[in-house]
């Protein structure tokens, strides 16, 4: 059974450029929520989502950020025209459902902006 | 503003002792808290949840205790092993809900 899979692991852009991240969830989960780790910090919530729908997207800063999860293929969060303070961990997380169920997450992406 | 506040940066511990990780929050509305282990370079693997209708839940060598009025939560391991060397977040949700929010994390050393 394999776990939350995230692509790519390592990601370099320069600055002005888009970040594409991916994220397949867990077998049998359809809920998939993105994260982000600044240096030295805990793990921020950016965004909730399920199949064709965001649910919550309180802490995705306002511009620049999207996500989707389509209904075929992996949940993607997308910066657009990144810039140095974009840098950072993006983890995606799943669950079987949502409130009072732990969440499984993916190895995350490493985005370097130059 | 930090809902969940782990306040020690780092701890060492000798193999086969007991390691304590502790964690406070202020949102009372929370009621569902998590511990997550994390490897450097590697995701946040789940550990040990507790809801807040227990003061205690244990797993193996993992134990969370849970002091609701004090708004305070701890993790033991016990013995410890130097495998259990990593990063450990304290996180928290409302039940009804799915953000999580996180601690800073504390890193963890065991030593043989």
């Given at each position: 059974?394999?776990?939350v899979?995230?692509?790519?692991?390592?990601?370099?852009?320069?600055?002005?450029?888009?970040?594409?991240?991916?994220?397949?969830p867990m077998?049998?989960?359809?809920?998939?929520?993105?994260y982000?780790?600044?240096?030295?910090?805990?793990?921020?919530?950016m965004?909730?989502?399920?199949?064709?729908?965001?649910?919550?997207?309180?802490?995705?800063?306002?511009?620049?950020?999207?996500?989707?999860?389509?209904?075929?293929?992996?949940s993607?969060?997308?910066i657009?025209?990144?810039?140095?303070?974009?840098?950072?961990?993006?983890?995606?997380?799943s669950?079987?459902?949502?409130?009072?169920y732990e969440?499984?997450?993916?190895?995350?992406?490493?985005l370097?902006?130059? | 503003?930090?809902?969940?506040?782990?306040n020690?940066?780092?701890?060492?511990?000798?193999?086969?002792?007991?390691?304590?990780?502790?964690?406070?929050?202020?949102n009372?509305?929370?009621?569902?808290?998590?511990?997550?282990?994390?490897?450097?370079?590697?995701?946040?693997?789940?550990?040990i949840?507790?809801?807040?209708?227990?003061?205690?839940n244990e797993?193996?060598?993992?134990?969370?205790?849970?002091?609701?009025?004090a708004?305070?939560?701890?993790?033991?391991?016990?013995?410890?092993?130097?495998?259990?060397?990593?990063?450990?977040?304290?996180a928290?949700?409302?039940?009804?809900?799915?953000?999580?929010?996180?601690?800073?994390g504390?890193?963890?050393?065991?030593?043989?």
């Amino acid at each position: 059974n394999a776990g939350v899979m995230q692509n790519p692991r390592h990601l370099v852009r320069r600055r002005g450029q888009e970040a594409r991240l991916r994220c397949s969830p867990m077998k049998g989960h359809s809920h998939v929520y993105w994260y982000r780790q600044l240096p030295e910090e805990g793990l921020k919530f950016m965004v909730y989502l399920q199949k064709e729908n965001i649910i919550d997207e309180s802490g995705m800063p306002k511009e620049r950020f999207s996500a989707e999860f389509p209904k075929e293929g992996p949940s993607i969060l997308r910066i657009q025209q990144v810039v140095r303070g974009d840098s950072a961990a993006y983890f995606c997380a799943s669950s079987p459902a949502t409130g009072g169920y732990e969440q499984y997450f993916g190895p995350g992406t490493r985005l370097t902006v130059t | 503003d930090q809902q969940v506040k782990q306040n020690s940066p780092s701890l060492s511990v000798q193999e086969g002792r007991i390691s304590i990780l502790n964690c406070d929050y202020t949102n009372s509305m929370f009621d569902y808290f998590l511990w997550y282990k994390k490897y450097p370079a590697e995701g946040p693997t789940f550990l040990i949840s507790i809801s807040s209708i227990k003061d205690k839940n244990e797993d193996g060598r993992f134990t969370v205790f849970l002091n609701k009025s004090a708004k305070h939560l701890s993790l033991h391991i016990v013995p410890s092993q130097p495998g259990d060397s990593a990063v450990y977040f304290c996180a928290a949700s409302v039940s009804s809900g799915y953000a999580l929010n996180f601690g800073k994390g504390t890193s963890l050393l065991v030593t043989p």
